[in-house]
């Protein structure tokens, strides 16, 4: 497997040329850049700076196998308002474009929120969400196939998907080779076992997410850097290789409150002991 860091890890402020080297210079193969609706890298980045930071990452030395987005949490497939879900779907399709010019084959998809009524939006219901999410990825998944990107369904605290079957049941539904898991290890920890989760989503894994949490936490604050929490990592790569899995896995946690950059030589330290690479 090949050790990625997720741009999220890496201090705000930074730029994406900042970001590659430092990746570049802690050890990693590859780091996932992130699309924003506004900036350096986002919907309003053009053909000709995408093509721009794919050759800035060739000269650093870093592959850019996947990108991802937190646009699906403002924009969710799953919204009551049909602009709503227009607009999520339209930035799937700029994620899978943008994907394409830096030569990823992955892009990371927030599939939507089971949620109670809030600022004047309706309830959505797990039916709702279950049928919005999986008509909107059926529509999409024709150009995925077209541009010969895949779109990874994130397991997320989303009240959505939660167990692997469901996701392997919501996976087969959108019947489209092109569209598959995109697997976080540590998303789970509070109500399952990444190793299990593995072994039945199998060759639907697309990319993994590598991340940390303490259960007994419960909260947010539960995610800490990798081996201070309670996924078992042994089993998880055991579980990892049993399937053939041999892409990217990327570590996605936030900088320490000081001295942010210092997290990324701490990940590729224990990403290393974990992958068995020193």
Request: charged share 25%.
């Amino acid at each position: 497997m090949k050790k990625g860091i997720n741009r999220w890890s890496l201090p705000a402020d930074w730029s994406i040329r900042q970001c590659m080297e430092a990746a570049k210079a802690a050890g990693f193969e590859g780091i996932e850049l992130a699309l924003d609706e506004t900036g350096e890298l986002s919907l309003e980045t053009s053909d000709a700076e995408v093509k721009a930071i794919r050759a800035m990452a060739d000269e650093i030395g870093l592959e850019l196998n996947s990108l991802a987005t937190g646009l699906f949490w403002q924009y969710p497939l799953t919204a009551s308002d049909p602009e709503i879900r227009k607009k999520s779907k339209s930035i799937i399709r700029k994620a899978l474009q943008v994907a394409k010019g830096l030569g990823a084959d992955t892009v990371l998809v927030v599939p939507g929120v089971v949620s109670a009524p809030f600022a004047g939006a309706e309830r959505t219901s797990y039916a709702d969400a279950w049928d919005r999410a999986l008509a909107g990825l059926r529509e999409v998944a024709p150009e995925a196939e077209k541009l010969g990107v895949s779109i990874g369904v994130e397991n997320v605290w989303n009240k959505f998907l939660l167990s692997p079957v469901e996701m392997r049941e919501f996976i087969d539904a959108v019947d489209s080779e092109y569209v598959g898991a995109y697997f976080d290890v540590g998303n789970v920890i509070l109500y399952g076992f990444p190793e299990d989760w593995i072994r039945i989503l199998g060759s639907r894994i697309k990319k993994v997410h590598f991340k940390d949490f303490r259960g007994a936490v419960g909260t947010l604050a539960g995610f800490v850097n990798l081996l201070e929490g309670d996924v078992n990592w042994p089993e998880v790569v055991t579980a990892l290789e049993e399937i053939g899995y041999e892409d990217y896995v990327y570590t996605e946690l936030s900088p320490y409150k000081y001295y942010g950059d210092n997290l990324i030589y701490d990940i590729s330290r224990a990403m290393d002991r974990i992958l068995g690479k020193k």
